[in-house]
């Protein structure tokens, strides 16, 4: 079996058509045909059933597809790696980290070492959303969760504690909740629906039940420019809003703590360069945030 093959299977189950496949991959719908019957030759098995709308999955196709996609990950990171193993210290280093923990931590610190290392390119991908770990495309990952599967290995280097916060403006204003209850007559900034998954919307609504944000937003950067415009209170990280100047609410509540992971891709770690930024990372958020010892 040819393991290239594997890359027109997947093409072909997401894009269900000949064409669609040959102009992701970039080739001829001819190819993609030719490909999938060399695939299902070498399995000894029917993997798709053509119809006249296009391709779909047999059974046996649809059983194949996690699999495949696995293969298919690994696969995309073995060449990315292979094709960047020259200078130890040279070439790119691909992280994933929390939105605003990337921007106000982690930036600052990869400027500098790039100083010391400008051979070593950094890409910075920061999103409130967890990256699926399972896609594996980041060589580390930085997670508010300790995952449970993926090919990473795990540091802890941390813990970030959360608190509910307004602007001083807006508490000389509309004064401070006494209780868990009184939030409802206060103006709260808080998430939309398709994240209340999110810690900070879970404890929000773990201690205030039934609790109506009058402002929701998909951002913690936009919350964080929403509460220092004075748009009320928000559950906000300690690290920002305490240098932004905001006042605590609540202070009676248990806090809201989630431990902070540094993931380390297994294979990207063969790399001396990404070990060096992953140990540098380490040490900028052991810095900023207390915890116990770390541990690999």
Not at 141 to 163: H, K, S, T
Not at 208 to 226: N, Y
Request: charge should be positive.
């Amino acid at each position: 079996m040819d393991w290239n093959d594997l890359k027109f299977f997947l093409a072909l189950a997401q894009a269900k058509s000949l064409s669609a496949a040959a102009t992701r991959l970039g080739t001829s719908p001819s190819t993609v045909s030719r490909r999938i019957e060399a695939l299902e030759l070498a399995l000894k098995v029917r993997l798709f059933r053509p119809h006249r709308d296009g391709y779909s999955l047999t059974e046996a196709g649809q059983s194949l597809v996690p699999e495949a996609e696995l293969a298919g990950t690994r696969m995309r990171v073995f060449e990315r790696n292979a094709l960047e193993t020259g200078d130890g210290l040279a070439g790119p280093v691909r992280i994933e980290a929390p939105e605003l923990l990337g921007r106000d931590m982690l930036l600052p610190a990869l400027i500098r070492f790039m100083e010391d290392y400008p051979a070593i390119r950094i890409e910075l991908r920061s999103s409130v959303q967890p990256v699926q770990l399972a896609a594996e495309d980041a060589d580390l990952v930085i997670r508010l969760v300790r995952p449970v599967r993926g090919n990473y290995r795990l540091r802890r280097v941390g813990a970030i504690r959360f608190g509910l916060y307004a602007s001083a403006d807006h508490v000389a204003r509309h004064g401070t909740p006494g209780n868990p209850e009184d939030l409802h007559r206060h103006r709260m900034v808080g998430w939309t629906e398709d994240f209340a998954y999110l810690a900070m919307a879970a404890w929000l609504s773990g201690h205030c039940p039934g609790l109506r944000p009058s402002l929701r937003l998909t951002s913690l950067a936009a919350q964080v420019a929403a509460v220092e415009q004075g748009a009320g209170w928000a559950v906000l990280p300690d690290f920002i809003a305490r240098p932004a100047g905001f006042l605590p609410g609540l202070a009676s509540l248990p806090p809201l703590e989630t431990d902070l992971w540094l993931l380390g891709h297994e294979q990207s770690l063969a790399l001396p360069r990404v070990r060096l930024v992953r140990d540098h990372i380490a040490g900028v958020l052991k810095s900023k945030f207390y915890g116990p010892k770390l541990d690999d």
